[in-house]
């Protein structure tokens, strides 16, 4: 099972993307010819699990895709089996994702560094910890599991993300959010405020037996990092945090960008109000500029075209033929 389809279980429909009635599942190294192209899909490390790039074999020449990728996650061995495999088929054309072809930060941290911050972050705090990453990002979720049980802490999860690790658990080593000592699921109030069977979804009853509430964890803050988001703010409410702390840890980009503003400024309301302290700790799903210089110059492409960036110009200092596409604009290989 693939994460989206783990994510089917609670949007019906998200897989229905039209009418064709033949769709295939592939693995990594299978090879899948399309007329006079065989495309060779390789998996990469990225934040979402099951990324990959491509290695298209045309009678003209190679064409290596990297699509969205990294090196400095616990799955980084992948991509360098990508980049070994992509050196090997000697490409006449490379496709290389640039989202971070900007100077590495200082702070570039790996997920072992933020799993250390975060866990710091646990030791010292004397109250609820809160936690804020994406369901996808199973990298983070490790990290921030492995910290709450080195520090003595009860990680706490909502019912939507409880059937995500459940259905990932296939095949994915993940605790199981039925039974695992170190995870709660937490259940809003509802209907009859009494957190009644009857109040739930059919999904979300599977796990009643591992069900926290606002209650539990209000008595005995210290002892939980509840992973929470924007859109469950108002939970605040019913737990009334004291001496929390509040761990940012997705792309910086939805926290500081210049469209969610008004996001940033009620998020900053709530922790206010509550006198709830931020912190910051998080690495990218995606290369930085060191280790993409590395991929160029290993796989070491005839042309090079930078994709998915704002600083196309930058690979021209790594790589000697260097097409910049613009938005929109047709090329012909």
Request: some cysteine; overall charge negative; hydrophobic content about 35%.
């Amino acid at each position: 099972m693939t994460i989206i389809e783990a994510y089917s279980k609670l949007y019906p429909g998200i897989l229905d993307f039209g009418v064709h009635n033949d769709i295939r599942r592939f693995k990594s190294g299978d090879r899948i010819p399309v007329r006079d192209l065989v495309f060779r899909p390789i998996h990469v490390e990225h934040s979402t699990p099951g990324a990959y790039g491509y290695i298209i074999e045309g009678p003209e020449g190679n064409i290596v895709y990297t699509g969205d990728f990294r090196r400095h996650g616990p799955m980084r061995a992948l991509t360098e089996e990508f980049i070994a495999e992509a050196a090997k088929a000697k490409p006449k054309i490379m496709l290389c994702e640039g989202t971070r072809m900007t100077p590495d930060p200082e702070n570039y941290y790996d997920e072992e560094q933020v799993h250390d911050k975060v866990r710091r972050i646990m030791e010292e705090s004397n109250g609820l910890v809160f936690g804020e990453f994406s369901m996808c990002n199973i990298d983070r979720f490790h990290s921030f599991y492995r910290a709450a049980k080195a520090t003595g802490r009860t990680m706490v999860v909502d019912t939507k993300y409880a059937l995500i690790l459940d259905r990932l658990r296939e095949f994915m080593d993940i605790p199981d959010p039925r039974k695992d000592d170190g995870l709660r699921v937490y259940f809003k109030m509802a209907k009859s405020r009494e957190f009644e069977e009857k109040d739930y979804a059919m999904f979300e009853r599977e796990y009643l037996g591992q069900m926290i509430t606002s209650r539990e964890i209000q008595a005995d803050q210290s002892k939980y990092v509840m992973i929470t988001g924007f859109n469950k703010l108002m939970e605040l409410v019913y737990i009334q945090p004291r001496n929390a702390d509040y761990i940012y840890s997705s792309s910086e980009s939805f926290l500081e960008g210049e469209d969610n503003e008004k996001q940033r400024e009620v998020l900053d309301n709530w922790l206010k109000h509550f006198g709830i302290e931020l912190h910051k700790a998080h690495c990218s799903g995606h290369a930085g500029k060191s280790d993409l210089e590395y991929a160029v110059r290993a796989i070491n492409p005839e042309v090079l075209i930078p994709i998915h960036t704002r600083n196309a110009e930058e690979f021209k200092k790594i790589h000697d033929r260097v097409m910049v596409v613009s938005q929109g604009e047709s090329i012909e290989l």
